[in-house]
Antibody
Framework: EVQLVESGGGLVQPGGSLRLSCAAS????????MDWVRQAPGKGLVWVSR????????TYADSVKGRFTISRDNAKNTLYLQMNSLRAEDTALYYC????????????WGQGTLVTVSS | QTVVTQEPSLSVSPGGTVTLTCGLS?????????PSWYQQTPGQAPRTLIH???TRSSGVPDRFSGSNLGNQAALTITGAQADDESDYYC??????????FGGGTKLTVL
C-alpha cells in the first residue's frame, strides 16, 4: 500500500524557515517523481514544486521560486521541502504527492502537514 | 500568466447529470495539457478521479467520465449521488515541469 506521511509543519514567524519531510513507503520511491501541493485555509489547491526521480531536476511555482527548495533522499525514501523567507501567504496545509510523469497527474496524496506563518 | 478556469459552483439534483469544465484564460486545452480531475471533501486529502483527459483512476465509479469539449476539458457526473457533493479541481500540465490547478468547483447535490 502506498503511504505518504508528511511532518515538520508548525508555527513560524514571518521571515523564518521550516523544513517539511515526507516519508514514503509501499512503492519504489527512487522510481517516481514527487511534488508538493498546498492549500490555504478555505482556499483551493495550488501546485508548489516538483522533483524528478533522482533529484537532479526540480521546478517551482513562481510564488515560491527562490525561497523554497525541494529535495529528496532516495536512501531514506524521504522527500523534503525547505521553506525560507516565509510569508503570511505561505500559511497552508502542505500535501506530499506522488507524480505520475508518464501521464502527468498526481496519483497518490498524503494527508498533509499544516504550516502557519504568523507573528 | 495563464489561469486555469473552472465554474466556482454548480448544483445538480440527485440522479441528475452535471458537467464541470476546465479551460484556459488564453488558448485552448489540448491533450498535451493532460487534463486531470480531483475530488476533495472537507477535511480530506484530494482523491484522483480522472487523468489524461478521460482515463478513470482505479476504483472510481463509471458515473464519472472525462472528455474534451472542443477548447475545454470536462468532467461529467451521470446519476449524481449525495456523496458526490464535494469540491472538484482540474489540473493542466503547462510544460517545462509546471502544473497548474484550477480554482475548483463546489458541487452541491440537492
Amino acid at each position: 500500500e502506498v503511504q505518504l506521511v508528511e511532518s515538520g509543519g508548525g508555527l513560524v514567524q514571518p521571515g523564518g524557515s521550516l523544513r517539511l519531510s515526507c516519508a514514503a513507503s509501499g512503492f519504489s520511491f527512487n522510481s517516481y517523481w514527487m511534488d508538493w501541493v498546498r492549500q490555504a485555509p478555505g482556499k483551493g489547491l495550488v501546485w508548489v514544486s516538483r522533483i524528478n526521480s533522482d533529484g537532479s531536476s526540480s521546478t517551482y511555482a513562481d510564488s515560491v521560486k527562490g525561497r523554497f527548495t525541494i529535495s529528496r533522499d532516495n536512501a531514506k525514501n524521504t522527500l523534503y521541502l525547505q521553506m525560507n523567507s516565509l510569508r503570511a501567504e505561505d500559511t497552508a496545509l502542505y500535501y506530499c504527492v506522488r507524480y505520475n510523469w508518464n501521464s502527468d497527474y498526481f496519483d497518490y496524496w498524503g494527508q498533509g502537514t499544516l504550516v502557519t506563518v504568523s507573528s | 500568466q495563464t489561469v486555469v478556469t473552472q465554474e466556482p459552483s454548480l448544483s445538480v439534483s440527485p440522479g441528475g447529470t452535471v458537467t464541470l469544465t476546465c479551460g484556459l484564460s488564453s488558448g485552448s486545452v489540448s491533450t498535451t495539457n493532460y487534463p486531470s480531475w480531483y475530488q476533495q471533501t472537507p477535511g480530506q486529502a484530494p482523491r484522483t478521479l480522472i487523468h489524461s483527459t478521460n482515463t478513470r483512476s482505479s476504483g472510481v465509479p463509471d458515473r464519472f467520465s472525462g472528455s474534451n469539449l472542443g477548447n475545454q476539458a470536462a468532467l461529467t457526473i451521470t446519476g449524481a449521488q449525495a456523496d458526490d457533493e464535494s469540491d472538484y479541481y482540474c489540473v493542466l500540465y503547462m510544460g517545462s515541469g509546471v502544473s497548474v490547478f484550477g480554482g475548483g468547483t463546489k458541487l452541491t447535490v440537492l
